[in-house]
């Protein structure tokens, strides 16, 4: 409603425009709808800063970062809630296809008492070698790094007997002793929901943007790279792990 008034004045040649006529003087409505993203941007000015700073952060292109800020009426918080739904959308299209390139990326933390490495896939060679895929399996290898509960990829990789075991176990927790099976076995899920959710690297916030998790920063790569894009393994290398403790001596 605020745009309406530069919008109509923008679209009127020379003449006033009257709300309720079916154009402005001289223009046929399709002309009218022709000009109306033009109008809509002259209308919402969009600065180039801003736009950059968007694409920044999401990776989206420099014109679907303008659109998006245009239609959120120059709301960065709006457009970069859109633009990243948009690559959510776009990422679960593409899912389904398959991802036999890729790299592997490694990560030494600061010491070299840490490392990792980690398997990152795409569809095709020429996307494997681009820098900003190159960024993201470099972003999820110091993912990894960051994150010491982290045993999986995702829910697929966790067993089911893992699961059952651990329910058999807090299912004997002395808190629960004597309540209704109904309300331990609702109790029990929600608990091995929260410890399985710290094992698994697609669910954890992203380290460097804890507004989205690792599987949104990923999709977010699928939207920017035009190709499925799966995190396929990983390994965490801690200095001395291998060594026996003193029972095992």
Sequence with gaps: ?????????LLAPTSAFFVGSAAPQGMSAAAVAARMPAVLAQATKIDAKVVKKLRDATGAGMMDCKKALVDADGDEEVAT????AKGLAT??????????????ETYIHTGAKLGVMVEVNCET????????????????????????????VSQADISP???????????????????????????????????????????????RDPGMNVDELVKSYVGKLGENIQVARFIRFNVGEMQPTEAEE
């Design 1 to 9: 409603m605020m745009l309406l008034p530069i919008v109509l004045a």
């Design 81 to 84: 809630e859109a633009l990243r």
């Design 91 to 104: 990422a679960d299209k593409k899912a389904s296809r398959k991802a036999s390139e890729g790299i592997i």
């Design 125 to 152: 060679d020429f996307v494997a070698k681009r820098p900003e895929f190159q960024e993201l399996a470099k972003a999820i290898a110091m993912q990894v790094a960051a994150c010491p509960s982290v045993e999986a």
């Design 161 to 207: 007997e893992y699961i059952e075991k651990e329910k058999k176990i807090e299912s004997q927790s002395e808190d629960l002793q004597g309540k209704p099976d109904n309300i331990v076995a609702k109790i029990v899920q929600g608990r091995i929901d929260k410890l399985v959710k710290t094992k698994l690297l697609l669910e954890q916030p992203y380290i």
